[in-house]
């Protein structure tokens, strides 16, 4: 669900702005569709921007907006132009950048371009000035959530997205920002290390309202961090756990804080219907998890999964590879953690991601620092490819990483067709004993198609 657009529009004063979203994803015509939006008396239109091909998709969608109407008002929000806020008001069709946090900072912008004030300058903002040269605002504190306006899922059409899903579920955000301080993450610089989250008792309530009116029946926590405060975390659970008619949810959890958690705590959140968690693993070295500042340990991760396993939480225990310098022997160390984790339960996961150097952190600093050319255009960031092995990964380790998932998949994806029991059983075999010669089963996948992708 588009949940920054629905911040953003929902934080308008919806007195005086009648904000509409729309998602591409949801439209057959997106453009004709966002033409046919903009009518007499619209202030702006805002796009919610992300690194790769989103990024690609927006500028499509902005050069089309302003070939029809050049003197409105295009806004970018979100991640990119969070990290690249100058960069972005440089190119000629998006006028103005929002910065971080963007519900406050994008009210005080429409309603200064609906009064016809200077919208510039603004904290927490970008824009071009009278030479066309970038300008950027002060920052601007980010706000606790709990003080900012409720997103109004009246604005989206939520029926749409359960179809989109597959599944009755809705997206939430709970919190923002983050406390931790991983190298490969963005979100240290965007939020600048600082979180909040809505009280408990209101998040449940509200969730529960957005249950009886929705009639989802499971809701996933989108938050980057939501068990940041376990007592908060713990009260939820336990109000969530009155509801007449249980609703399973999903929630981020880092290793540290899973190890934390008692058998009793576990056995609420169980109850709760609690059941699914994502804890980043990252690497299976304790000293590349070092490198990453991921400021947890191995054991952690492992009293984490036992403990999910006792109380039958599925899991996703994603991993990281191919870091730039990154040695063969610390990928097979992640390789092996991942098969140790995906051996244990087959409510577990673990997908596995090539690093790619994404823009703010400091690897990608790093990277850049020590020769890496990044895209330098808006074109050549949105070409950028998020999910395929960095031009430092040697080709043979590529496709040893490939084979991994592939055979991880096969061995403990459920269900299997009856036809695929001995190729699980000689999945499982090849991953315990590094057998991978004549693997013509994952030939003849590819050969199909089914291209053994990473996660
Ligand atoms: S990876 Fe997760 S825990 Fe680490 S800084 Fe980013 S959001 Fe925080």
């Known amino acids: 669900m588009p949940l920054g657009l629905l911040a953003v529009a929902s934080a308008l004063d919806r007195g005086r702005f009648d904000p509409r979203i729309i998602d591409a994803r949801l439209e057959s015509r997106p453009h004709e569709r966002l033409l046919a939006a903009v009518v007499p008396g619209t202030v702006c239109v805002g796009m919610s921007v992300l690194t790769g091909a989103p990024l690609g998709d927006a500028l499509a969608a902005a050069r089309t907006l302003k070939q029809k109407h050049p003197a409105l008002p295009i806004v970018w929000g979100g991640w990119h132009p969070s990290l690249f806020p100058t960069a972005c008001v ?16 994008f009210a005080e912008l429409v309603a200064r371009l609906a009064d016809g004030h200077a919208a510039q300058p603004l904290a927490g903002c970008a ?11 002060p920052p601007r504190p980010a706000q606790d959530i709990g003080t900012l306006p409720a997103p109004d899922y009246e604005l989206l059409d ?4 359960f179809a989109l899903k597959g599944r009755r579920q809705l997206d939430l955000v709970a919190s923002q920002g983050c406390y931790w301080r991983c190298a490969f993450c963005a979100d240290p610089a965007v939020y600048r290390r600082g979180w909040s989250g809505l009280d408990p008792t209101v998040l449940a ?10 009639g989802f029946t499971d809701l ?9 405060h376990v007592e908060r975390a713990l009260a939820f659970a336990a109000l969530w756990s009155r509801r007449a008619q249980p609703i399973t949810w999903t929630a981020t959890l880092r290793a540290d804080q899973g190890e934390r958690l008692t058998d009793s705590q576990m056995a609420v959140l169980a109850r709760s219907r609690l059941r699914r968690v994502l804890v980043g693993v990252e690497a299976g070295s304790q000293a590349m998890l070092d490198w990453l500042q991921k400021d947890i340990r191995l054991a952690q991760v492992m009293g984490t999964a036992e403990k999910l396993r006792r109380h039958g939480i599925a899991a996703d225990f994603p991993f990281i590879v191919g870091l730039p310098g990154e040695s063969e022997a610390s990928v097979d160390a992640s390789l092996a953690w991942a098969r140790r984790l995906r051996s244990m339960s087959p409510a577990f996961q673990t997908p596995i991601f090539f690093y790619r150097p994404y823009p703010g952190s400091p690897i990608t600093r790093a990277a850049e620092a020590a020769g890496c050319r990044l895209p330098d255009s808006l074109e050549a960031w949105a070409d950028f490819d998020l999910f395929g092995p960095g031009p430092w990964v040697a080709p043979s380790l590529g496709r040893r990483v490939a084979r991994e998932a592939f055979y991880l ?9 009856r036809w695929k029991l001995p190729l699980r059983r000689l999945a499982r075999y090849r991953l315990a004993h590094h057998a991978y010669g004549l693997p013509f089963e994952w030939q003849l ?3 199909l198609g089914h291209r053994s992708e990473l996660h």
């Open 127 to 137: 824009w071009r000035d009278a030479q066309g040269r970038p300008q950027l605002g």
């Open 90 to 105: 440089a190119e000629p069709v998006v006028d103005y950048a929002i910065v971080g946090q963007g519900e406050l900072a």
């Open 220 to 228: 996933a926590f989108l938050d980057e961090t939501f068990f940041t």
């Open 409 to 417: 998949r096969q061995a403990w994806d459920p269900p299997p067709g």
């Open 205 to 214: 309530a509200s969730a529960g309202a957005l249950a009886d009116r929705h």
């Open 445 to 447: 996948a590819r050969w």
């Open 158 to 161: 939520v029926e749409a997205y």
